[in-house]
């Protein structure tokens, strides 16, 4: 069992949990990722891994209720054990030799870019973040955005904090005032990584996307994680999780996305059921 050593509500959507896992937190850097199950019968779901520290043993991870594994994930506390904790997995993200990043962050996307931008910002790249969310309710990691970045913009759909828009608003602006970036680094909703790479494609800029596509056993074996990019078959837990945005087959990988949205709905409304939940 992998002991969850501490629970954190980041948002009232968005949990942080820290987890034992010496093995794990010896090996991983950012851009990789875990896969767990809460318990002997539980699903392997995939989730990035948000931060380590190697000297504790702890790696922790960040989610927002989605489904039913998450809201069995959420239902736990500090002291309880989840069945599996496995990892590190995943091809870490490039960052070595970049000298100017913009890493754009959008929802809970942006507990993946975070441990991004810290690397890249420990290392000396001048690091330009963009985050966006919907609403003031669903910010997260603030602060540690503004620690971990040299520029930072903030945005939300309705404006009720930072700036009004999305994340392309503040890129866009931050292109055209000629800002010159070695890298584009998206990570969060489908759409918007797709809306960030057609921008940035116009520009000529190197553009990395982090895919998330259904996800089973981690290693290549299943194929559900199978992605198109560049005309070339991937899959998204041993080719990535980082691709080249330009060559992402986008439509493909919306489909993809919703293939299963009826039966993971139903699969919330049952575990919340037994959870007692009212959602």
């Known amino acids: ?60 991870v960040m989610f927002q209720v989605a489904g039913a594994t998450t809201e069995k994930l959420m239902a736990m506390n500090e002291g309880d054990g989840l069945a ?20 754009v962050g959008g929802g809970v996307g942006c507990a993946i870019a975070y441990p991004i931008a810290k690397a890249l910002h420990e290392q000396g790249t001048h ?4 985050i966006g969310f919907r609403d003031t309710s669903r910010i997260i990691l603030e602060e540690e955005f503004k620690s971990a970045s040299d520029v930072l913009h903030l945005l939300t759909d309705d404006g009720s904090n930072g700036r009004k828009g999305f994340t392309t608003v503040a890129l866009q602006e931050c292109l055209e ?15 918007m990584m797709q809306a960030v790479a057609n921008l940035t494609k116009t520009y000529g800029i190197k553009t990395t996307v982090s895919m998330n596509p259904i996800m089973i056993d981690g290693t290549g074996m299943c194929g559900g994680c199978r992605l198109t990019v560049g005309g070339e078959m991937k899959f998204a837990c041993v080719d990535g999780p980082d691709f080249d945005g330009h060559e992402v087959d986008w439509d493909e990988a919306l489909a993809r996305g919703a293939m299963y949205r009826d039966f993971e709905q139903a699969e919330h409304k049952e575990v919340c059921n037994l959870l007692g939940i009212s959602k």
């Open 127 to 130: 690091t330009t973040v963009v």
């Open 1 to 60: 069992m992998f002991k969850i050593i501490k629970k954190e509500m980041l948002s009232p959507m968005v949990s942080r949990l820290t987890v034992s896992a010496p093995l794990v937190a010896r090996r991983c850097r950012a851009g990789q990722f875990i896969i767990l199950r809460t318990d002997a019968d539980g699903e392997r779901i995939p989730l990035t891994i948000g931060g380590y520290d190697r000297e504790a043993g702890t790696v922790s």
């Open 177 to 191: 005032a000629g800002e010159k970036f070695d890298e584009v680094i998206a990570i969060g909703p489908l759409r």
């Open 84 to 103: 599996d904790f496995v990892g590190p997995l995943g091809k870490p993200t490039e960052i070595e030799g970049l000298k100017r990043v913009c890493v």
